[in-house]
């Protein structure tokens, strides 16, 4: 299949890139690895007319440590090369997920920044960063903005992400206390993508009494969108029932129905996730 | 406009002007003429495109030209050293890792990156490595016997002696 035709211009720098993009017009896309990009433009579902080649900047590529022992992961880095990274399998979920993705060659070029700014209702990686409290660090030729991943997807293929914007970077912060972590997912078989995805992590500061009282539960496949499920959250935090939290899991959420799985089934099964999902965070530490 | 790109292609230089919407697939087998390289499902599903780019496995059909450009490419045809089948290949005709043989190359080349990276890998490490190379035929049973196969014989420079399969 072949796209239909685009001017390509490769960015040498990120000062290049944000050059270009300060020119874009709404039918310029950003090109990174390319896995999500490249097979909606081959089946004409995106028709971008210019494409800013990203792939080359090696300054995006990477993950460092903060000063307050939080992570900084640019933007470039691929999901192989964060599966090689103890400083990211280090948490729980991101050991579950990573290796979920897509496949060898698909995590070889797929990107962070890519699945972040791409805002697929059914990727696995976002509902991961929610409950992570990543933020998105973005720069344009005007600046530069720290945005909370929580308030970064607006639906389905849509962000606040402006046309001038690059996502150069997510910032993790660092996980303190008794910290647990799991993500659990029902796959479409033969894409891979969650038909339900959860992801969960929960927490107990020193001196709590036994209690979780930090919990964070990111849901995926199931909305428009990946999102907190606030109203879990606050059951767990109050009961510590995992299968009482999940049923909350869709609270508020107009819940997406399609041929692999209708309302009534994915409600079922994003709940079961969830339940599972935390069982296994409180079995393990990290 | 056409863009210019050099290509390291199985140890030999090459350079091609370009759309910049062809893939990389479409740029070895109809400029290159390296047809070993195979597409079926054109929607990075199958992994019968499946090359290594500089070093790693990647779907060429999800790769524009331009991508690669600078980049060193190794197919299927870049395997056989000297008219000798590699191991890998060697192995898949030993094990019978094949039928129609439609996916082999893709299959193959992931085999190849799998184990530069794991020499000896289990049975899941090598279901795991191939998970993104679709076989119609086999069942892949076979499949795991060859690049298991091949892995002691990359080991040891001879192949098992058990002729059992599987």
């Excluded at chain 1, 791409?118 to 720069?139: G, I, K, S, T, W």
């Excluded at chain 2, 049973?141 to 040891?156: Q, Y």
């Amino acid at each position: 299949m072949t796209s239909l035709a685009f001017d390509y211009r490769r960015a040498d720098s990120v000062d290049q890139a944000l050059a270009l993009l300060a020119e874009a017009d709404p039918g310029t896309k950003v090109l990174a690895g390319g896995h999500s990009l490249l097979p909606i433009m081959k089946t004409r579902l995106a028709r971008p007319d210019r494409l800013i080649d990203i792939g080359r900047l090696n300054e995006l590529r990477g993950v460092n440590r903060l000063g307050d022992g939080g992570l900084s992961i640019g933007a470039l880095t691929t999901y192989s090369e964060l599966l090689a990274n103890p400083a990211i399998t280090v948490y729980g979920l991101l050991a579950d997920v990573l290796p979920t993705i897509g496949d060898v060659q698909v995590r070889n070029r797929g990107t962070i920044g890519g699945a972040v700014a791409h805002v697929d209702p059914a990727a696995d990686l976002p509902a991961c960063l929610l409950v992570l409290d990543a933020e998105v660090v973005v720069r344009s030729a005007r600046g530069g903005r720290t945005i909370a991943l929580t308030s970064f997807f607006e639906g389905a293929f849509n962000s606040v992400l402006l046309p001038d914007e690059l996502i150069t970077e997510i910032r993790l912060p660092a996980a303190s206390g008794d910290y647990r972590s799991a993500y659990r997912a029902q796959e479409q078989p033969a894409s891979g993508y969650a038909l339900a995805g959860a992801a969960v992590v929960i927490g107990r500061s020193t001196g709590g009494g036994g209690r979780f009282d930090r919990a964070a539960i990111g849901i995926t496949g199931v909305g428009e969108c990946p999102y907190r499920a606030s109203a879990a959250e606050q059951e767990f935090l109050s009961s510590g029932d995992p299968a009482a939290a999940a049923a909350h899991a869709t609270d508020g959420v107009l819940v997406a129905s399609d041929i692999h799985a209708d309302r009534e089934y994915r409600t079922a099964l994003i709940r079961v996730q969830v339940r599972r999902a935390l069982e296994a965070a409180i079995e393990r530490v990290g | 406009m056409a863009e210019h790109v050099t290509l390291v292609v199985n140890g030999q230089r090459r350079e091609v002007d370009v759309e910049p919407r062809r893939l990389l697939v479409e740029v070895l087998r109809e400029d290159f003429g390296l047809t070993g390289t195979h597409v079926a499902c054109d929607t990075s599903q199958c992994g019968a495109c499946t090359v290594h780019m500089d070093g790693q496995s990647v779907k060429s059909c999800t790769v524009l030209a331009v991508q690669a450009d600078g980049a060193t490419v190794t197919t299927i045809e870049g395997l056989a050293a000297g008219g000798e089948l590699h191991p890998i290949q060697a192995a898949f005709w030993e094990k019978h890792g094949l039928q129609c043989g439609f996916c082999t190359p893709g299959m193959i080349m992931s085999a190849a990156d799998l184990l530069a990276r794991v020499p000896d890998p289990s049975d899941q490490q090598i279901r795991h490595a191939i998970h993104g190379n679709l076989c119609r035929c086999t069942g892949y049973h076979n499949i795991v016997a060859a690049i298991r196969e091949a892995a002691v014989t990359m080991h040891t420079g001879s192949a098992s002696d058990s002729g059992i399969v599987g």
